[in-house]
């Protein structure tokens, strides 16, 4: 639909699972939905796919309510944040979300769509992470993957239309994954108020049973 012509997560799930790598997990943190990524998959059930995006803008999908359909219900793990979400609101996600599906779920690999759209000073959103906001999720996926697949985990580049911002975005998740402190964040944080997402939360964990 415009940002990309091949869906490089896909392409890389069906490549594992053909290898032997049957259950993978995908975490997208992409600012815009994964339309593309949930249609593929939404009736896979060796597929979990968790998707971070800002809700009510391009490409208008990604309802919570969307869980997945037939065999792949429940796969489907939408979450989509109010602008101004924030470092705060991304870690309750990565620890009361993503971690406990993850180790549920027990995948075989896990493939994260880093989307560094979502980086507060990105023009086409406006979600509010920081680089240290993406060194933590990638280091919690690296941490998870340690845990349950032998450290199997990848990242793959996604948008991010601010060329300091990525950079910095970049090497962030490339110290988390090698295991590496955080870089001092270049840019630092944005002014904004991260609002509740409690009821957010209430509702995923009602949706997907945490």
């Not at 597929?47 to 490409?59: A, K």
């Not at 101004?84 to 309750?92: T, V």
């Not at 999720?137 to 998870?144: P, Y």
Request: glycine share 12%.
């Amino acid at each position: 639909m415009g940002f990309c012509l091949l869906n490089n997560l896909a392409i890389a799930a069906r490549h594992a699972q053909e290898a032997g790598l049957r259950r993978v997990m995908i975490v997208d943190f992409d600012v815009h939905h994964g339309n593309g990524t949930q249609d593929i998959f939404k009736s896979d059930a060796n597929v979990l796919d968790i998707s971070t995006h800002q809700s009510g803008i391009y490409p208008g999908s990604g309802a919570m309510s969307d869980v997945g359909l037939g065999p792949g219900a429940g796969m489907l793990v939408n979450i989509p944040l109010h602008p101004n979400s924030g470092d705060l609101a991304f870690e309750r996600i990565a620890n009361e979300v993503i971690i406990p599906l993850g180790i549920r779920f027990a995948p075989d690999l896990i493939l994260m769509s880093t989307g560094f759209d979502s980086h507060w000073r990105d023009p086409l959103g406006q979600l509010q992470l920081t680089c240290s906001g993406f060194h933590m999720l990638a280091r919690t996926v690296a941490r998870l993957a340690d845990e349950v697949c032998g450290g199997r985990a990848m990242a793959v580049l996604e948008g991010g239309y601010d060329p300091e911002a990525l950079a910095g975005s970049v090497r962030a998740v490339a110290c988390a994954l090698a295991g590496l402190p955080c870089p001092p964040d270049p840019i630092g944080k944005g002014g904004y108020l991260e609002p509740e997402i409690g009821p957010l939360m209430q509702r995923l964990r009602q949706l997907h049973g945490l």
